[in-house]
C-alpha cells in the first residue's frame, strides 16, 4: 500500500498537482507496464496565492475479460483532491459502455464492470470523468478522459480459415519437395503472452510428409512415392497456441494431397503373340483387328505410338492408336486371297509419344509383339480380267456384228462356271446385246456418230453356283465415224468489195466445218467452181490450211453497173469416200473512202448529193418530223377551241345578258349572237315551254314590222339588273344588249322575236337554213330539232 502511495505522490509532483491530462503515447506506454491500481487522493494543497490546477490522479484501468464471478469485477478508483471526504464531490462517468458496462459511484468514485467483457469484440473502451459539487451542480474540474483496456485471456483457439487444403506434388519427388504451406489464425492478443503463438503438427500423414512448426510448410518426407501405388493421401494438420505448451488451445484441418503422373513408366504388352483370323473378302482400308500395350501412367504420359516393324506381309497392313483406348487398330492396305497366301507373320512396336528424360535409366520406353493373320477362305464373286473395257465400231455397223467380248473367272478353289448379263439402266443400253456364256458383245442397232459417239454402260457377271455372288464391269465403245457427209462454210459470210479495190486484194477469208470427224484430223481445200473461173472478177486463194482468202481479180467495182456478185466455191474434204460442196458467197460492192473504209453499201446511196453524209441525213429528216408535228399540234388546238367555242354557245342555256356597242346588220352582221341568252327563265317557269329547242308547231310570218312596246323586254332587262346588283356572288361586271334597232339594214328584217306579235306558236324556222353559213348555228338550234311537248319542262 505505501509502494501505491509513492508512486501516486510521484505522479503528482510530475503534474504539478493538478488533475492529471489524457496520456501521451510515451506515457501511456510506462503506465500499461505496471500493475493495475487504483487512483488514491494525494494530501496537501499549496498555498492559496498559488492558482489551483486540476486535482486528478489515476492510472490506466486494466479489467479481465471472460470474467465469470458473481459480484461486478472491481476496475478502479477515481478522486479529485477537491474532494474531502464530507459528500459535497459528485463524480459522473461517460463514453463507451458507460452505465451499460461501466458503473461509477458517485460518491467515492470506485468503478465497476457489470457484465463480462470479450476483448475479441472489442479491446479497449474510452471514458470521460467529471467532478460536479453536489450543490450548486457545477463542475469542479473541466472533464477529463481515460482508457480501460480489456486484459487478455487465451479463450481462442487457432482456425484454419482457409481449410479444407487441396494439394498436390509429382510422384517420384525427391524428400524436401514443396507442396503446400498452410495459416492458423488465433483472435487471442498476439501482444500479450503466448495466447496468440501458434505451433504446426501433423496428427496424420506421418512418414509421408511434414510440416514445418512455425510457418507450417508442408514437404515430402519419403523419397519416390509412386502414383502408381498410391495416389491420394490425406494429411492431418494441427495447429496449437501457447507455443504448444501444456493447456494451450489447439485447431486441426484436413489436407488432401494427389500424386500427379510422371511417364516413369513404358508401355507393355500383356502377351507376346497376337492370332487374328481375317477373312479374304475384307475391303481396303478396314479394321481387321486390335491389340493393346499396357501402360500404367495417366493422361498425356499413357499415350502410345504403334509400328509394324518391316518384315512379313508388313506392306500389306498399317496400323493406328485409337486416341479414346490406346489400342492399335490394324487395317487392310491391300486385298487378301485366300488362294495366293493362306497367313502373314509381323511384328508390331508400342512406344510412348512424350518421354521424361529423368527415367531413361529405367530402360527403354518401347515393347514389342507379334502378329499372326490367318486369311479365311470365302465364297468370292467372279472376277473380271480387266477393270474397264473400251471398243471401237464403225458407225452403219450391220446389226449383231460382234465388236468385243469382257471375260470373267471364279477364283475360288472349286471353280463355277460364269454368265453375263448387261445392267440395264436406259435405252442407250439396248444398242447392244452380250451373249450369256461367251461374253461377246454385238450391236443391236445401227449406230449413229453425229447422234452417239460414246456409249458406256456395265456388264454383271455372275457365279452359276451362287447367283448371288455377282461384279460388275464398266464397258466403253467408242463409235468411229465414217466419211459421208461433204464439208460447207462454217459460218455465213457477209462479204463485200470496195469500188476502188485493187486487183490481189483479200477481201474475205473463209472457213469450212464438216460433221464428220476423222481420226487424223479433216483437211479442206478451196477452189472455184468450173463456171466461175473464167470470169475475171474474183479468185479463191487455198491456205492449205483449212482457210481460203476470197481475192479480187481486176481494178476497181461499179456499184452502178452490178451492185451483187455470186461467187460459187467448191470444198472438198481428205477423208474416204472423199465429199464435196459448193458454196455460194455473195459479194456486195460499197463506197469506200481512199483507206478502204466502209461507207456506204446500199444502192439508193448512189443518187445522193456529194458531200452529204448519212448523219446530215438524218438531221434533215428530224427536222422535217418536228416541224409536222408542231402544224399537226397547231391545227388540232385550233380545231378543239373552235369546238369548244360552239359547244359553248350552243349547249350554254344560262341567262347572259351582253352589251354590243355595234348594232346588227342583217346579212352583214358577221357576229352570230344566241338569242337563248335574251330569255327570262321565270317566263320559261311559267310558260312550261322550253326556249332553246325549237317548236314543231310554231310559226314565224317573214317581214312583220317591230312592236312599238317593248314591255316584256325591258322588264326583264330589269329584274336581272336588279338580281344582279343585289347578288354578292355575281360577277363584277353587267352586260346588256339592247335589240331594239337590230336588223334594219339587212334585207330579212329583224331576226329577233322579241317584236314579233304574234306567238311562238304560229314562228316557223326553216327559212334560216337558206341563208347561208352566217346563220348555220340558228338553222341547227331551230331547224333540226323536232318540238315534243312531253319534253317541256
Not at 541 to 563: F, K, L, P, V
Request: net charge negative; glycine share 6%; hydrophobic share 35%.
Amino acid at each position: 500500500m505505501l509502494t501505491r502511495n509513492c508512486l501516486s505522490l510521484l505522479l503528482w509532483v510530475l503534474f504539478d498537482g493538478g488533475l492529471l491530462t489524457p496520456l501521451h503515447p510515451q506515457a501511456q506506454e510506462i503506465l500499461e507496464a505496471q500493475p493495475r491500481e487504483n487512483v488514491v487522493p494525494v494530501p496537501g494543497r499549496r498555498s492559496s496565492a498559488q492558482r489551483v490546477k486540476r486535482g486528478w490522479v489515476w492510472n490506466q484501468f486494466f479489467v479481465l475479460e471472460e470474467y465469470m464471478g458473481s459480484e461486478p469485477q472491481y476496475v478502479g478508483k477515481l478522486h479529485s483532491d477537491l474532494d474531502k471526504g464530507v459528500g459535497t464531490v459528485k463524480y459522473t462517468l461517460s463514453g463507451d459502455g458507460a452505465g451499460t458496462v461501466f458503473t461509477i459511484d458517485e460518491t467515492t468514485g470506485d468503478i465497476h464492470a457489470i457484465r463480462s467483457l470479450d476483448r475479441e469484440e472489442k479491446p479497449f473502451y474510452t471514458l470521460r470523468a467529471q467532478a460536479v459539487d453536489v450543490d450548486t451542480k457545477k463542475p469542479l474540474e473541466p472533464e477529463s478522459e481515460f482508457i480501460i483496456k480489456v486484459q487478455d485471456i487465451n479463450d481462442n483457439e487457432p482456425k484454419f480459415l482457409d481449410g479444407p487444403y487441396i494439394a498436390s506434388v509429382p510422384e517420384m519427388s525427391p524428400v524436401g519437395a514443396y507442396v503446400l504451406q498452410v495459416k492458423a489464425t488465433d483472435a487471442d492478443d498476439p501482444t500479450y503472452g503466448n495466447s496468440a503463438r501458434v505451433v504446426y503438427s501433423i496428427l496424420q500423414g506421418q512418414p509421408y510428409f511434414s510440416i514445418d512448426p512455425k510457418t507450417g510448410v508442408i514437404r515430402t518426407a519419403l523419397p519416390n512415392m509412386d502414383r502408381e501405388v498410391k495416389e491420394q493421401y490425406q494429411v492431418l494438420i494441427q495447429a496449437k497456441d501457447m507455443g504448444g505448451q501444456l493447456g494451450g488451445l489447439a485447431g486441426t484441418t484436413t489436407v488432401n494431397i494427389t500424386l500427379t503422373d510422371v511417364n516413369d513408366n513404358p508401355p507393355r504388352f500383356p502377351k507376346s503373340i497376337f492370332h487374328l483370323k481375317v477373312p479374304e473378302t475384307s475391303h481396303v482400308g478396314s479394321a481387321i483387328g486390335r491389340i493393346r500395350a499396357v501402360d500404367p501412367d495417366f493422361g498425356k504420359n499413357a499415350e502410345i505410338e504403334y509400328n509394324i516393324v518391316p518384315g512379313d506381309g508388313g506392306n500389306l497392313f498399317d496400323i493406328t492408336t485409337d486416341e479414346y483406348t490406346q489400342e492399335g487398330v490394324i487395317k487392310l492396305k491391300k486385298p487378301l486371297d485366300f488362294e495366293t497366301k493362306k497367313a502373314y507373320t509381323f511384328k508390331v512396336e508400342a512406344s510412348n509419344l512424350h518421354l521424361d528424360h529423368r527415367f531413361h535409366s529405367v530402360g527403354p520406353f518401347k515393347d514389342t509383339a507379334t502378329v499372326k493373320i490367318n486369311v479365311l477362305d470365302m465364297d468370292e464373286p467372279p472376277v473380271f480380267s480387266k477393270p474397264v473395257y473400251t471398243m471401237e465400231v464403225y458407225e452403219d455397223t450391220p446389226v449383231g456384228t460382234i465388236i468385243g467380248a469382257v471375260t470373267a473367272q471364279d477364283l475360288d478353289a472349286g471353280s463355277s462356271s460364269v454368265r453375263y448379263f448387261m445392267d440395264w439402266k436406259n435405252d442407250v443400253d439396248s444398242y447392244f446385246t452380250i451373249d450369256a456364256t461367251e461374253g461377246t458383245i454385238a450391236t443391236n442397232e445401227l449406230l449413229d456418230r453425229e447422234s452417239t459417239a460414246q456409249y458406256n454402260f456395265s456388264i454383271i457377271a455372275s457365279k452359276v453356283s451362287n447367283p448371288l455372288l455377282t461384279s460388275k464391269v464398266n464397258v466403253i465403245i467408242n463409235v468411229l465415224d465414217v466419211n459421208e457427209f461433204p464439208p460447207e462454210i462454217s459460218v455465213p459470210y457477209e462479204t463485200s468489195v470496195c469500188e476502188n479495190a485493187k486487183p490481189g486484194q483479200v477481201i474475205q477469208t473463209i472457213t469450212a466445218a464438216d460433221k464428220d470427224l476423222s481420226p487424223a484430223g479433216q483437211r479442206f481445200s478451196f477452189k472455184l467452181s468450173s463456171e466461175a473461173s473464167n470470169k475475171p472478177n474474183f479468185t479463191v486463194h487455198d491456205y492449205r490450211n483449212n482457210t481460203a482468202g476470197i481475192e479480187t481479180r481486176r481494178n476497181g467495182y461499179s456499184r452502178r453497173q452490178q451492185e451483187l456478185y455470186f461467187l460459187p466455191v467448191v470444198i472438198e474434204d481428205s477423208s474416204y469416200p472423199v465429199q464435196s460442196s459448193t458454196n455460194t458467197l455473195t459479194i456486195r460492192v460499197c463506197r469506200c473512202d481512199s483507206d478502204g473504209t466502209i461507207q456506204s453499201c446500199n444502192v439508193e446511196a448512189i443518187f445522193l448529193p456529194v458531200g452529204l453524209s448519212t448523219g446530215a441525213l438524218i438531221a434533215i429528216l428530224l427536222c422535217i418530223v418536228i416541224l409536222l408535228v408542231i402544224v399537226v399540234l397547231y391545227v388540232a388546238l385550233r380545231r378543239q377551241k373552235k369546238k369548244d367555242t360552239l359547244m359553248t354557245s350552243k349547249e350554254d342555256i344560262r341567262d347572259n345578258v351582253i352589251h354590243y356597242d355595234d348594232e346588227g346588220g342583217g346579212e352583214e352582221d358577221t357576229q352570230a349572237f344566241d338569242i337563248g341568252a335574251l330569255r327570262n327563265p321565270k317566263v320559261i317557269e311559267d310558260n312550261k315551254i322550253r326556249r332553246d329547242i325549237k317548236p314543231d308547231t310554231l310559226r314565224f310570218t317573214r317581214h312583220r314590222p317591230p312592236a312599238e312596246d317593248n314591255t316584256d323586254i325591258r322588264d326583264f332587262i330589269n329584274q336581272r339588273l336588279k338580281e344582279n346588283d343585289v347578288d354578292p356572288s355575281a360577277p363584277p361586271y353587267d352586260s346588256l344588249a339592247t335589240y331594239a334597232y337590230e336588223g334594219n339594214g339587212s334585207v330579212a328584217e329583224s331576226l329577233s322575236s322579241i317584236d314579233s306579235l304574234t306567238t311562238e306558236a304560229d314562228q316557223d324556222y326553216d327559212y334560216l337554213s337558206d341563208w347561208g353559213p352566217r346563220f348555220k348555228i340558228l338553222a341547227d338550234m331551230f331547224g333540226e330539232e323536232s318540238y315534243n311537248p312531253d319534253k317541256v319542262t
